[in-house]
């Protein structure tokens, strides 16, 4: 049968799966349900900031840089009432979530985007618990702070922590007049060296050095603010996030990456995390020194408090700079964030080789459909892709990675560049390899192929990219379409 997808491109031979489809209500139906609803509101909007001492002008949720905490619990409906208060259309799209298609937040593919002065009502059934994110899917929008975290509590869980710290780390340098092509032009034109190690764009904070240009074509806004800054809970080291507790207190970290082109390594020098879970999903507990996670990524850990100040640093992978949170038992000598170690070492792991704990394992099945996705494209041309292909929003099918509901998909990851790419796939948890952490980003590290496994249980239409920023916003992105 042949249809006509209502995005209006030309039509294929083959019958997508819509929002509208019976399939997908019945999967949104088959969700847990608590009868309880929960009700939110975002507002994006510009703000002003403080960083460093200095206001800046940005956007954001709700006033803040890193908005504002949603949180339910398994079962509960989320309404979000969005108001776009932006000079441009904006969308939110809810990173990890597998909710109903039309929810997902991405523009042209799953809704019309919201105009500036318009208003959108998400709602959605929260389906698993664990730590989640949501964001602006418009370009760079995030860039400017469009983002906050999402919590989905577990009431059958035992806590066995005694505070809890919601951590989101974010690596801001979009000033408000600083439009997505400028970035992207001001980064490709610095790039031409230097692309040794690193993770993506920005390799070291001698990159910035050399890019004179940076706070010029940032505008006046800008002021003496250096970019970029490494953000723990929207705020920099010089004035940092602190908790109290007891010395002996467990405290639950939710780490949340929020950043465009950084991974960060993060850990509490001289102290063991406990790793309990990556991107919501329960591992097989692993005490490590560091831990590390990439764009889009979340890792959940447990750390035992001594007596005195705990810094809690996040270093960017492959550059200079720090984001920095503090833990005070209300004795002892503030840490000064200039004497932290440069390099957190030791045993350090990052979600995609850790294992899934059995609660969480995929049931061993045999592949239905596998999908190969060459991460592809070079920094010199700026001109990033899946399969050699550039995404395109006006034709979003070509290159679909296709799927019936039921099946088992196999999709390999296969970077044949020399950067990181943190892959994502919207709606969907995958599975590392054969025993590995569910996930719904992975890092992809240069000259390397990982294979990852999910059950087509959510029908509709699904973009999955690479989530550096400026990656995806160049092209690396496709869709994992239902047929
Ligand atoms: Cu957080 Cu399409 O991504
Ligand atoms: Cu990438």
Redesign the pocket.
Known sequence: ACSTPSDGSAPSAVRRVMSTDEAVRAAEAARPSSGRTVSASLRAAPLTANLAGKPVQTWGYNDAINGSLLRGSVGDRLEVALENALPEPTVVHWHGLALANDQDGVEMLTQKDVAAGGSFSYGFRLAHPGTYWYHSHVELQRERGLYGPLVVDDPSETKDWDHEWVIVLDDWMDGVTGTPEDVLKELSGGMGGGMSGGM?GMQHSGTYMAMGSMSDFLGGDAGDVRYPLHLFNGRTPEDPDTVTAKPGDRVRLRLINAGGDTAYRVGAPGLKLTVTHTDGYPVERKDVDAVVLGMGERIDALLTVPAGWTPLMARPEGKAGLALGRISTGSGKEPDPAALPARLGGMVVDGGQLSSASTVRLASRSVDVKHTVR?T?SMMAYD?GLNGRRFDMANPYEGALEVRQGQRVQIDFVNEGM?????HVHGHTFQVGDAGARKDTVIVRPGRTVSVFLDADNPGQWLY????A???ARG?MGVLSYV
Do not use: Q, R, S, V
């Not at 950067?419 to 892959?423: A, G, V």
């Not at 990219?465 to 550096?468: E, K, T």
């Open positions: 993506g991460l494209g990033w950067m990181w790419h943190p892959m990219h690479c989530h550096n400026y990656h995806a690396m």
